[in-house]
């Protein structure tokens, strides 16, 4: 199966609630879908991936007990999943991303030098020239995606992504990243190849599992989870009380690393430190 990362940005009416859920199980028209989620479906169609999961229709979005327990499970979902489709350049669950790009002139506007060369028909072409290895449009305005709280924490699980950017098409895997005009997607929050390595290894660790010898030391696992939770604090949240809970799959990873007692987005023996984020 797929997943989807996106932005609801505004409230859905095509959800399953205790009322619909037996519907949904027989089917959904493509048609009556939101336009990020069907272009999800579509994605996924085309890949040869049979299911797609979606929060907004795999969750009982009216029963707490259904949504307490499919949250204590994302961290799983994002993770095992062959694949995140992030419909970053989507700004709501309406917008969509199967969209046409611009051009790189179009792209970069005045960050791109245009360079005149001779065809070997003889007729004049035209190049245009940008710096390698810096995205400077997408410093200056960044994608909806990177922007909320909620999905920082499925960029950091997801072994493989493939990102619908406004601007760009990039892959990110636990080996490379590669977009569709730089030869290296570097734009992508705190979830760092190192980090992202280091949490799909302990992504499955045994209740009763002691702590692998070949992990990093606790100064670096430290200093990653302080990279973490800079990131993921740059998002935003549409509800506050949701703060601990969309970070919660990735501090328990962290927390099995450190073997250290998890206190409210604080780690017990580095308390007077971890106080200060």
């Known amino acids: 199966y797929a997943s989807l990362s996106y932005c609801w940005g505004k409230q859905q009416t095509f959800i399953t609630t205790k009322a619909t859920a037996a519907t949904h199980l027989k089917g959904m028209p493509l048609s009556l879908l939101h336009g990020t989620i069907r272009d999800a479906v579509i994605t996924t169609r085309r890949l040869g991936i049979p299911f797609l999961w979606a929060d907004a229709l795999c969750i009982i979005q009216d029963c707490s007990d259904d949504k307490t327990a499919e949250i204590s499970k994302m961290g799983d979902i994002y993770t095992n999943a062959i694949l995140t489709i992030s419909a970053a350049g989507a700004n709501d669950c309406d917008e969509g991303f199967l969209i046409t790009r611009q051009g790189v002139k179009e792209r970069y506007e005045e960050k791109s030098k245009e360079l005149q060369y001779l065809c070997p028909d003889g007729a004049l072409g035209k190049m245009n020239l940008v710096a390698t290895g810096h ?13 909320r709280a909620w999905t920082h924490q499925e960029r950091m699980l997801s072994p493989r992504m493939l990102t619908f950017g406004r601007r760009k098409l990039s892959w990110q895997c636990l080996t490379s990243s590669h977009c569709d005009f730089d030869i290296e997607d570097r734009h992508f929050g705190s979830a760092t190849l190192d980090i992202r390595k280091f949490l799909h290894d302990i992504s499955t660790p045994s209740t009763n599992a002691t702590r692998p ?13 302080r990279e973490v939770v800079h990131g993921y604090s740059q998002g935003r949240l549409s509800e506050l009380p949701d703060k601990l ?13 450190l073997q250290s007692q998890y206190v409210h987005g604080l780690w017990g023996d580095h308390l007077i430190r971890d106080m200060m984020w």
């Open 135 to 147: 995205d400077h449009l997408n410093d200056e305005h960044p994608e909806a995606i990177y922007e």
């Open 213 to 225: 010898k070949d992990l990093p030391s606790r100064s670096v696992i430290l200093r990653w989870w």
């Open 245 to 257: 809970t969309a970070l919660s799959a990735t501090a328990r990873r962290f927390g099995w690393a």
